[in-house]
């Protein structure tokens, strides 16, 4: 019987980047992963393809919609769908062995299968032709992620009405396509098809896109999004789909009462959310009960069983690549006698549509709710001599300080490329730095950053350059 020190059950980006870490600190580690394929959700059905398709529908868009001719550029595009998919498969399956290959560096076992936890220090890995192997170890970290949830009435066959996973891989561009939910799965993938042709319309429960993220700036990204074509039905709940061969009907209400109507579709996405997916883990065996959510509590990633540990999407917190990553990290470490640790005040979100979303810290909501004394400083990339030249200048960037110590609590922005620059503040934040320090810091000229410093110079009113 093989006996570790850490035995991880699965293999997205909580598993693998756990897995390196645990390596790294020298702890035998075999990592165990269902799917036949390192990387998750994330590399395979998540992260990965969505912005494999962006940027090429993206690209797509830029040929037909005007833009290359704006510039001077005439061209004739013509669209692939086929060859669009294929470059996406193929770098997700070099993404997918670059995973593997990393196992191997740091000798960490892969052992493809699923794993049963079987009471404690036990774990039991079915493999694909039935035969089961038993693994002993002193930890076992829970991994093992989440998936789409259901919405009642509207049974999801991924052919018509599909999911996230269907909707990365349509056979073809839709004419109309409906998206059950304004988050972060619709606005992209509803992107991503508008873009390459269909007509979008978005459903969403409440009266507004993006629950969660700073209010100004996801009114301002719905006003982009329906001036790029988008429609957007709000305050609306779906109460039942049928689909066709060809066709999806599906019956809407306004959730404020009123009369229901009917809605047509080539095709329906259904984004409301995703849930913890523990499905065959053998919780019961170590006796650990997860909410009514599905989701399994953590203490500094322990959980209520001695000797298992749980990180990423199966725990509480947002379902971000880079948070089941960074708890994966602090676990290991907390394993291996270290101090690991994860600031849950400064992560990141960015939603990759065009412009951008990128947030982090406390939105103005959050701190008007919390009644904290705040000071906000904005620049529009309409001022700023980038985005200007390259014709990109919807949106804008918002830095929030404290009133008093000028400690910066957030940052919120839509616009180009906000979704790599948000990292100069989660920086600046880490280190509990002030908007003074961002403003005085040199921002290289001309680039989109420069929007972060002036709108950090907003906060004590000396943006100069708008
Ligand atoms: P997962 O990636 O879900 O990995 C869990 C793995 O465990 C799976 O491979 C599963 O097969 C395996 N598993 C489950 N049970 C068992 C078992 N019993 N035995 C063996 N294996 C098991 N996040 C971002 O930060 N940025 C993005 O741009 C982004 N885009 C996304 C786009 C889409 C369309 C979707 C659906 C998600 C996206 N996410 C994004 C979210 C991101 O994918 C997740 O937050 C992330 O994958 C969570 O990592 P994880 O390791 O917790 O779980
Ligand atoms: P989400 O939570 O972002 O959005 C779901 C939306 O559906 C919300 O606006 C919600 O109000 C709405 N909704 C819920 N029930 C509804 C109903 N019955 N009818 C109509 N609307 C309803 O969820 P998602 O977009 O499915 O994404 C799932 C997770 O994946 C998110 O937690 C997200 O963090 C992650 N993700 C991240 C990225 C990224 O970081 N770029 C990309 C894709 C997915």
Not at 103 to 122: A, F, S, T
Not at 328 to 335: G, R, S
Request: charged letters at 20%; one cysteine or more; aromatic letters at 6%.
């Amino acid at each position: 019987m093989a006996q570790y020190d850490v035995v991880i059950i699965g293999g997205g980006p909580g598993g693998y980047n756990g897995a390196i870490r645990a390596g790294q600190l020298g702890l035998k580690t075999a990592i165990v992963e269902g799917r036949g394929k390192l990387g998750g959700t994330c590399l395979n059905v998540g992260c990965m393809p969505s912005k494999a398709l962006l940027h090429a529908s993206e690209m797509y868009e830029a040929a037909t919609g005007g833009e290359f001719a704006k510039l001077g550029i005439e061209v004739k595009p013509k669209l692939n769908l086929v060859q669009m998919m294929a470059q996406k498969a193929e770098s997700v399956e070099a993404l997918t062995k670059g995973v593997e290959f990393l196992m191997k560096k740091n000798k960490v076992d892969y052992i493809k299968g699923w794993g049963r936890i079987d009471g404690p220090g036990k774990v039991v890995v079915k493999a694909e032709d039935g035969s089961e192997t038993v693994l002993e170890t002193k930890n076992i970290v829970i991994a093992t992620g989440s998936e789409p949830t259901p919405l009642p009435g509207v049974t999801i066959d991924n052919q018509r009405i599909v999911d996230s996973t269907g909707a990365l891989s349509l056979p073809e561009v839709p004419k109309s396509l409906i998206v059950i939910g304004a988050g972060v799965i619709g606005l992209e993938l509803g992107s991503v098809w508008k873009r390459l042709g269909a007509e979008v319309t978005v459903v969403e429960f409440l009266d507004r896109i993006l629950p969660g993220t700073d209010t100004e700036v996801a009114n301002a990204f719905q006003k982009i999004l329906a001036k790029q074509g988008f429609k957007f039905k709000l305050g609306a709940k779906v109460t039942g789909a049928t689909a066709s061969a060809k066709q999806v009907e599906l019956t809407v209400e306004p959730v404020a009462g009123g009369a229901a109507e009917t809605l047509q579709a080539d095709y329906v996405l259904v984004a409301i959310g995703r849930r913890p997916f523990t499905e065959g883990l053998g919780l019961e065996s170590v006796g650990i009960v997860p909410d009514k959510r599905g989701v399994i509590a953590n203490d500094h990633f322990k959980t209520t069983a001695p000797g298992v540990w749980v990180v990423g999407d199966v725990t509480s917190g947002p379902m971000l690549a880079h948070k089941a990553e960074d708890e994966a990290v602090a676990c290991m470490e907390l394993i291996a006698g270290k101090a690991g640790h994860v600031n849950y005040g400064i992560i990141p979100g960015v939603i990759y549509t065009s412009p951008e979303v990128a947030t982090v810290g406390q939105t103005e909501d959050d701190l008007k709710a919390a009644g904290v004394a705040y000071k906000v400083g904005k620049f529009p990339f309409l001022a700023n001599s980038r985005a200007k030249i390259n014709h990109e200048t919807d949106g804008f960037v918002k830095v929030l300080a404290d009133a008093k110590t000028d400690r910066i609590l957030g940052a919120h922005a839509v616009g180009p490329n906000v979704g790599d620059m948000i990292a100069e503040i989660c920086v600046a934040m880490e280190f509990g730095g002030s908007s003074e320090d961002v403003a005085r810091t040199c921002h290289p000229h001309p680039t989109r950053s420069e929007a972060f410093r002036q709108a950090a110079m907003g906060v004590e009113g000396w943006t100069m350059q708008a």
